[in-house]
């Protein structure tokens, strides 16, 4: 895949790197004349100086051969023009913005006639805070938020002393709004369970909850035997 990202601040440059090292394609454009020389150094792709909201800079960068573009930089207003202008320029492009402003975000998702230019709309500054404050509430999770529908991923972690070691899943009577979506075994060979499935002696166990309840999934998932109790 080929990327076109504005914008190469912490979240831009994490970005690019992850996508570089997943095997795509990947070309910056970045304002900052120091910066973009920098980057330059840091990426195997193109770096642009430039503005992204200039549909020239845009053009530069091959965005009519791009398969996405990702409006990164934070300023709202900016990202919410160069999508506009990227798929402007290829209809096709998929597009994906960055909005820091949660009101923005609200009034964005109230005017139906812009969802059209973006397919994929993030607030890494909204995630951020949920991440936190539902770790603050209910702490000790490795987690993957779905704020929207109230539910999680979470990862737990079997060993020998863990009390559901060797049990069955449907032994274990996991809660109604609870499901567990895959099972890895010590070597990290991924399992979809069923009811018949045996849970590794060490492993990990990956379940698809609702927030109302997780504590009783881990209650249930990080029971130890009786002897090795604390």
């Given at each position: 895949?080929?990327?076109?990202?504005?914008?190469?601040?912490?979240?831009?440059?994490?970005?690019?790197?992850?996508?570089?090292?997943?095997?795509?394609?990947?070309?910056?454009?970045?304002?900052?004349?120091?910066?973009?020389?920098?980057?330059?150094?840091?990426?195997?792709?193109?770096?642009?100086?430039?503005?992204?909201?200039?549909?020239?800079?845009l053009e530069e960068a091959n965005i009519?051969?791009?398969?996405?573009f990702a409006a990164l930089t934070g300023?709202?207003?900016?990202?919410?023009?160069?999508?506009?202008?990227a798929k402007h320029l290829n209809p096709?492009?998929?597009?994906?913005?960055?909005?820091?402003?949660?009101?923005?975000?609200?009034?964005?998702?109230?005017?139906?006639?812009?969802?059209?230019?973006?397919?994929?709309?993030?607030?890494?500054?909204?995630?951020?805070?949920?991440?936190?404050?539902?770790?603050?509430?209910?702490?000790?999770?490795?987690?993957?938020?779905?704020?929207?529908?109230?539910?999680?991923?979470?990862?737990?972690?079997?060993?020998?002393?863990?009390?559901?070691?060797?049990?069955?899943?449907?032994?274990?009577?996991?809660?109604?709004?609870?499901?567990?979506?895959?099972?890895?075994?010590?070597?990290?060979?991924?399992?979809?369970?069923?009811?018949?499935?045996?849970?590794?002696?060490?492993?990990?166990?990956?379940?698809?909850?609702?927030?109302?309840?997780?504590?009783?999934?881990?209650?249930?998932?990080?029971?130890?035997?009786?002897?090795?109790?604390?």
């Amino acid at each position: 895949m080929f990327v076109v990202i504005m914008g190469a601040g912490r979240v831009g440059f994490l970005v690019a790197k992850m996508l570089e090292e997943d095997g795509h394609d990947v070309t910056i454009i970045e304002m900052d004349k120091a910066r973009a020389k920098e980057l330059s150094l840091l990426i195997n792709g193109l770096v642009i100086e430039g503005d992204a909201t200039d549909p020239k800079t845009l053009e530069e960068a091959n965005i009519k051969q791009a398969d996405a573009f990702a409006a990164l930089t934070g300023k709202d207003d900016a990202n919410l023009l160069a999508c506009i202008l990227a798929k402007h320029l290829n209809p096709k492009v998929k597009t994906s913005l960055r909005l820091g402003n949660p009101k923005n975000r609200r009034i964005f998702e109230e005017v139906t006639d812009l969802k059209r230019y973006f397919d994929f709309v993030i607030s890494p500054e909204e995630i951020a805070a949920e991440y936190i404050s539902r770790n603050i509430v209910t702490p000790g999770f490795d987690r993957v938020l779905f704020p929207k529908e109230g539910a999680e991923i979470v990862r737990f972690t079997i060993d020998e002393n863990s009390e559901i070691a060797g049990k069955y899943v449907r032994d274990l009577k996991l809660p109604r709004d609870a499901l567990m979506i895959a099972v890895y075994d010590e070597k990290g060979n991924l399992i979809i369970p069923s009811g018949d499935t045996k849970l590794p002696e060490r492993g990990q166990v990956i379940v698809f909850a609702k927030n109302s309840i997780l504590d009783s999934v881990k209650g249930l998932l990080e029971r130890r035997k009786p002897n090795n109790e604390s």
